[in-house]
C-alpha cells in the first residue's frame, strides 16, 4: 500500500507536496478554505433540502450566526426574534430549525422520544444524549422526586427556610441585603440532605465576608461550557480563568467524596434506614438487585450527585432571587393581597404549613407562576434529533433524518396571544377566567418539555414556595437602587442568571 502512494499522489498533482515550503502549504490553505467555505454556503443556501425553511440568508449558510449569540448569551432572543420575523417554522442554522407551536410541541417532546441534539454532546459535563440510555437511569431515582417522597422532605424545606429568615433578620441592619448567595446556600444545604442525609451547614456560615467552596463552583462552573473553548481558556495565565475551568472538578471532587463517605458508612453498618430514603441510598439499592450491566460504578453515582446539585441549586435560586425583585416592584394593592394570604395560613410567622397548605393559596400560586413564566429555570432552546432513516414532517416541511429541531419556552412564555402585554409581571392573570387559564397552562413549560422534563421540578416548585412563604411572611420587600433592569438583566447559557449575580433588596422586618 505504501509503494503505492507516490503514483496516486501523482494521479491527483500532490506529488511535489512534500517538496513545497510551510510558508507556501499555509498560502495554499488559505486560499482554499475560503473556496470551501464558499462552496459549503452555496450549497446551504441553494440547494441543501432545507433551502425553502423561512430565515435569514446568513443563517442557512453557516453556524457563525447562532454561535455569536450563543457567546453572547442571548441565543433565545435572537430565535425569538425570528420568529417575529419569519413566522412559526425558522432554520437558525445550516441543519436546525426552530418552531414555536404547541401542538408540534406535543408530538416533538411528547409522542416521538427522540434523541437530545449534538449541543448536549458538545459540553464538558454531557447529559446523557439517547432516550433509551435516559430512561434507564431515570427508572433508578424517578421515586426520589414524586410528589409523595417531596412531601417526606418538606420538613427539612421549611427548617432551611426559617435558617434563611434568621440570618435576613440578624442582617437587619445591612441593607439592602444581597439575597442571591443565600438563596443558593439554603438549595445546597437542601440537595445535599436530599443526597447524603446528612445536614452540610452551608447556610450556617453565610455572611458578608464568607467563602463557600461549592457554592463559588457552581457560580463558577464551565459545564455547558465547549470542550475546545475549555482546552484554550484553561491555558491563560489567569487565576480566575482557571478556577472557571476547574469549577467542574471542584464539584465533581466535592461530591465523590460524600460518595465515598457513605459507601464507608454502609460497610461499618453506621448507615441506618431511613423514612425518607436518601439519593445515595437508592443508588445503593439499585445496585443490589439490578444485572451486573447496569450497576452503576463509583464515578457513575458521583457523576450523577454532581449533576443533581449544579441543577438543583442555581435554576431554583435564580428563579426564587427573580420573583423576589419582582415582588418588591408590585402595586401596593397586589403586595397587599399576597400579605393578607400569608398572615391567614401563617398566624405565626416563624410556623410554615405544610404543602397541602401552601399549595392552596391562590395569589402565592399566582406570584409562582409568573415568576416561572418570565423568568423560568428552562428558556433555552431544547435541541432534539429528527429520526435516523425517515423523512419527518414538520408543519408542512419535509425534514431530512437527522436535522436538528426544537422550540423554547422562552418564545411559548411570551406569546400575545396567550399572554398580553407578554413583558409585564402580572400576577393577576392567573386568577383570570378558566378558559384563559387553560391556554396560559398549556403554554407554561417551564421546566423543559415531555419525557425529559426536569425530573426535580417537584422538589423545585416546592422548595421555592416555602422559601417565597417564609420570607414575604416575615418581611416588607423594597427595591433597592443597586438592583434594577440593567443588572438584573437576564443572559442565558443553558439556565438564566442575572448578569450582575446578585440581587440586593431592602428587607425590612415585619410587625
Request: glycine letters at 6%.
Amino acid at each position: 500500500m505504501l509503494d503505492a502512494l507516490p503514483s496516486t499522489l501523482s494521479s491527483i498533482g500532490l506529488q511535489h507536496l512534500p517538496q513545497l515550503s510551510t510558508p507556501r502549504i499555509v498560502a495554499s490553505v488559505l486560499c482554499v478554505a475560503p473556496l470551501l467555505f464558499a462552496a459549503r454556503g452555496i450549497y446551504n443556501l441553494y440547494f441543501s433540502p432545507l433551502r425553502s425553511i423561512p430565515g435569514p440568508w446568513y443563517a442557512a449558510v453557516s453556524e457563525i450566526w447562532i454561535l455569536v449569540h450563543t457567546f453572547r448569551c442571548r441565543k433565545v432572543r435572537a430565535i425569538d426574534d425570528l420568529f417575529k420575523a419569519y413566522g412559526p417554522v425558522v432554520r437558525i442554522s445550516p441543519n436546525t430549525v426552530a418552531f414555536v407551536d404547541q401542538q408540534t410541541t406535543r408530538i416533538v417532546y411528547n409522542g416521538m422520544k427522540l434523541d437530545k441534539g449534538p449541543i448536549y454532546g458538545a459540553v464538558k459535563m454531557v447529559a446523557i444524549i439517547e432516550h433509551s440510555v435516559h430512561a434507564k437511569y431515570r427508572r433508578i431515582f424517578s421515586s426520589h422526586y414524586t410528589p409523595g417522597n417531596i412531601a417526606l422532605i418538606h420538613p427539612d424545606m421549611k427548617a432551611s427556610a426559617l435558617v434563611l429568615v434568621e440570618k435576613m433578620l440578624e442582617a437587619k441592619d445591612r441593607q439592602p441585603l444581597d439575597i442571591f448567595p443565600g438563596i443558593h446556600l439554603v438549595m445546597i444545604d437542601l440537595i445535599l440532605k436530599s443526597t447524603f442525609g446528612n445536614h452540610y451547614g452551608a447556610l450556617d456560615d453565610w455572611s458578608e465576608t464568607s467563602h463557600n467552596v461549592i457554592l463559588s463552583a457552581i457560580e463558577e462552573c464551565a459545564g455547558i461550557t465547549p470542550r475546545w473553548l475549555m482546552a484554550i481558556v484553561s491555558r491563560f495565565p489567569n487565576k480566575s480563568w482557571r478556577d472557571f475551568c476547574h469549577s467542574g472538578d471542584t464539584l465533581f471532587n466535592t461530591t465523590a467524596d460524600m460518595v465515598r463517605e457513605t459507601q464507608v458508612a454502609i460497610i461499618e453498618g453506621r448507615l441506618e434506614e431511613r423514612e425518607k430514603p436518601t439519593l445515595i441510598q437508592r443508588f445503593m439499592a439499585h445496585n443490589e438487585t439490578c444485572a451486573p450491566e447496569d450497576i452503576l460504578s463509583f464515578e457513575d453515582m458521583a457523576s450523577e450527585s454532581m449533576t443533581h446539585l449544579l441543577a438543583g441549586v442555581d435554576a431554583s435560586a435564580v428563579l426564587t432571587s427573580y420573583i423576589l425583585w419582582q415582588f418588591a416592584s408590585l402595586s401596593d394593592d397586589v403586595k397587599q393581597k399576597i400579605y393578607t394570604e400569608l398572615d391567614l395560613a401563617m398566624p405565626n410567622a416563624t410556623v410554615i404549613p405544610d404543602l397541602k397548605v401552601l399549595q392552596s393559596l391562590p395569589m402565592l400560586d399566582a406570584l409562582f407562576k409568573e415568576g416561572l413564566r418570565l423568568h423560568g429555570p428552562i428558556p433555552t432552546f431544547l435541541e432534539r434529533l429528527a429520526p435516523r432513516g425517515e423523512t419527518l414532517d414538520l408543519m408542512g416541511y419535509k425534514l431530512p433524518p437527522e436535522t436538528v429541531i426544537g422550540t423554547q419556552s422562552w418564545s411559548m412564555h411570551r406569546d400575545a396571544t396567550v399572554f398580553p402585554e407578554p413583558e409585564t409581571f402580572d400576577v393577576l392573570r392567573w386568577l383570570g377566567e378558566d378558559k384563559s387559564l387553560e391556554a396560559q397552562t398549556q403554554s407554561l413549560a417551564p421546566f423543559g418539555l415531555g419525557t425529559r422534563v426536569c425530573i426535580g421540578q417537584h422538589l423545585a416548585r416546592n422548595a421555592i414556595k416555602t422559601m417565597l412563604a417564609a420570607i414575604i411572611r416575615n418581611f416588607e420587600i423594597l427595591s433597592s437602587t443597586g438592583t434594577n433592569e440593567r443588572t438584573m438583566e437576564m443572559m442565558e447559557l443553558f439556565g438564566m442568571f442575572p448578569v450582575g449575580l446578585s440581587c440586593k433588596l431592602e428587607f425590612r422586618p415585619r410587625a
